[in-house]
Nanobody, 124 residues
Framework: QVQLVESGGGLVQTGGSLRLSCAAS???????????MGWYRQVPGEQRELVAA???????NYADSVKGRFTISRDNAKNTVNLQMDSLKPEDTAVYYC???????????????WGQGTQVTVSS
């Protein structure tokens, strides 16, 4: 199983910036392939929603609400994914979760792994 370790997050004022980082456990690199990586967020009482995703070929997908403000990037050699969040708004306040889809290098099904979540709070 792939373990994801997140860092970043915190409290910031409206218009400020934060950077989230996520790294996959290094012990599994030789046996598995990390496919899509991304960030989701969840507000209490609501469903978890996609914020941004990035494929192995670096194609990206963003939620409409964050387009032009957030930038997702990844390092395939290190199996890390980052989310640069600029021009933050109070409605961006949520717990942010790192996600990775992975499979065995020998083939087979794709599995999902999630980070533990990191709180982002944007004050007005």
């Amino acid at each position: 199983q792939v373990q994801l370790v997140e860092s970043g997050g915190g409290l910031v004022q409206t218009g400020g910036s934060l950077r989230l980082s996520c790294a996959a456990s290094r012990s599994i690199f030789s046996s598995i392939s990390i496919n899509d990586m991304g960030w989701y967020r969840q507000v209490p009482g609501e469903q978890r929603e996609l914020v941004a995703a990035i494929a192995v070929d670096f194609m990206t997908n963003y939620a409409d609400s964050v387009k032009g403000r957030f930038t997702i990037s990844r390092d395939n050699a290190k199996n890390t994914v980052n989310l640069q969040m600029d021009s933050l708004k109070p409605e961006d306040t949520a717990v942010y979760y790192c996600h990775a889809a992975y499979s065995s290098k020998l083939g087979g099904p794709t599995y999902d792994s999630w980070g533990q979540g990191t709180q982002v709070t944007v004050s007005s």
